[in-house]
């Protein structure tokens, strides 16, 4: 029997991708983003350890389908970051792959000409070279571990790496995630229940072996040593907010049910803000408030933010694309981002030092 007609029925083609070491060696970190992307990750481990008493913000834009516009909003918040680091440790929002529900635009690396021509290769390149740019600034990166190959690409460049609402139960990302060199954020179930996240913490917390790719492009049994650094993101649910003083000591439990660190960040969009973007300010707000009340377990915010507030459908003529304005989900506009950052600085810088 010829065993070509068992294999691959539905695959049309195959491309060779280039390997992660050969993208290094075209695009290598250099010292001061390398810098960066360390000092980031250490100062984010001492919050989750307790022995900073910042908040990390992570904020940017919902996905980056325009690297120009995302410089300028890397530069604006570069400045910013100067004006809090006393109380708040910002990080960049630099997410290139967007799950889909059904289908839709997946992201720069997948689609970076944003007309399904699906040209990945030249997504990574552009999305790698994005990330050192970035870094260089002396401005820290987050992204979401959304494909359990790119990492291998970028993962380098990254200070947190999220794992979003719908991939939190998947064993592949609770895997993966034990592997990451960053701290990791698992979003809470769609539904809004902490079971799923508090799962995923348990396991990426431990060692695991499983099939991937190394720095050669070569298939691997990856074995991990778990990564110590997992914790919850409140993101909202099917039945509403999930961010208040009520919600947040019911997490809290939780994680001490379980024996895990009382750490929560709260994600400022999605259910949370009722998918209206310019809420944002008003769950930031709150938070501060909870802070200034006693709370001691929230240790860091993401927020969605752009140039210009709202979103935009990619239109069939590029040119018509609004700059500076999201894709994806919609965001809160640079200048209500940088007064909510600023009044949450104001009303914690003498309270955060002495919080724990």
């Known amino acids: 029997m ?10 049309d083609a195959q491309e ?75 990080v960049m929002r630099v997410y290139f792959e967007k799950p889909r529900t059904t289908v839709g635009w997946k992201g720069l690396i997948n689609d970076p000409h944003l007309n399904d021509t699906f040209k990945i290769q030249e997504g990574l390149h552009i999305g790698r070279e994005l ?33 979003g609402a719908r991939t939190t139960e998947s064993q592949t990302h609770r895997e993966m995630a034990s592997g990451l ?7 809470n179930g769609t539904d809004g229940s902490l079971e799923v996240a508090i799962n995923a913490m348990q396991s990426a917390s ?10 050669d492009g070569q298939v691997a049994v ?20 999930n961010y208040d003083s009520v919600h947040i000591k019911l997490a809290e439990a939780e994680l001490a049910k379980h024996k895990l660190p009382a750490n929560i960040m709260v994600d400022c969009s999605h259910a949370n803000s009722n998918k ?13 408030n909870q802070i200034l009340e006693g709370n ?27 700059y500076g304005v999201s894709v994806t989900d919609g965001c809160v506009g640079w200048e209500d981002t940088e007064a909510a950052i600023l009044d949450m600085h104001n009303k914690l810088k003498d309270v955060l030092p002495n919080r724990r």
């Open 16 to 90: 060779i991708l280039i390997t992660p070491a050969s993208l290094k060696s075209e695009l290598p970190l250099s010292e001061t983003a390398a810098a960066t992307v360390s000092k980031s990750r250490q100062i984010i481990r001492d919050i989750l350890d307790g022995k900073d008493q910042r908040l990390f913000v992570v904020v940017g834009p919902c996905s980056i389908h325009d690297t120009k516009a995302a410089m300028d909003y890397a530069q604006r918040l570069k400045g910013l970051a100067e004006k809090v680091e006393d109380t708040l440790h910002l």
């Open 206 to 215: 431990k060692p695991h072996r499983f099939l991937g790719i190394n720095n």
């Open 296 to 322: 001691k377990s929230i240790v860091g915010l993401m927020v969605e933010s752009h140039i210009h507030g709202g979103n935009q459908k990619i239109p069939d003529n590029l040119a018509d694309l609004k």
């Open 181 to 187: 060199s960053s701290a990791v954020g698992f979003k």
């Open 131 to 163: 990330l050192i740019n970035i870094c260089e600034l002396g401005l820290p990166t987050s992204t979401e571990a959304l494909d359990p190959i790119s990492p291998q690409y970028m993962q380098d460049c990254i200070a947190w790496s999220a794992i």
């Open 222 to 241: 990856i074995h991990t040593r778990g990564n110590p650094y997992a914790h919850v993101v409140l993101r909202g649910g099917s039945a509403g907010p």
């Open 276 to 288: 209206q973007p310019e809420l944002q300010p008003l769950v930031m707000e709150n938070v501060t």
């Open 2 to 11: 010829n065993t070509e007609a068992l294999e691959n029925l539905n695959v």
